[in-house]
């Protein structure tokens, strides 16, 4: 292996290794925020079962309820074999189809 060859080989490893650790830390950031909309949607669910949460606060707490439901229906699909294939395959299906499969953080289009 030639020189130039090694170094080559080297970068395409450093590069490799920074887009995954920039890819972790997309998904840490996601995760984090899931958790505080998570928190906000249970007590915004507590308020209202003491009958002070406004409408807006119910869509808001009902949108994030639906976002953990998408969140613990693609972690289904963890469990099957071939995870690595059949997650991206049934997003992008379901992206062909007009349905967002996955919570509203993991959106990057999102707002």
């Known amino acids: 292996m030639t ?9 395409q490893k450093f590069k490799a290794s ?20 998570t928190i906000e949607m249970l007590a915004i ?11 807006t606060e119910m ?5 994030q309820f639906f976002d953990l439901l ?9 469990l099957l ?3 690595p294939i059949t997650i991206p395959v049934i997003l992008k299906l379901g992206k062909m189809v007009g349905v967002e499969l996955l919570p509203s953080s993991f959106n990057k289009t999102k707002e």
């Open 3 to 11: 020189n130039q060859a090694k170094v080559h080989t080297k970068y």
């Open 18 to 37: 920074f887009d995954f650790k920039q890819k972790m830390l997309t998904f840490k950031e996601a995760l984090a925020q899931e958790k505080e909309e």
């Open 45 to 55: 669910y507590r308020k209202f079962t003491m009958k002070k949460a406004s409408k």
């Open 59 to 63: 869509k808001m707490a009902n949108s």
């Open 70 to 78: 998408k969140g613990t229906g693609l972690g289904m699909f963890a």
């Open 81 to 83: 074999p071939f995870a």
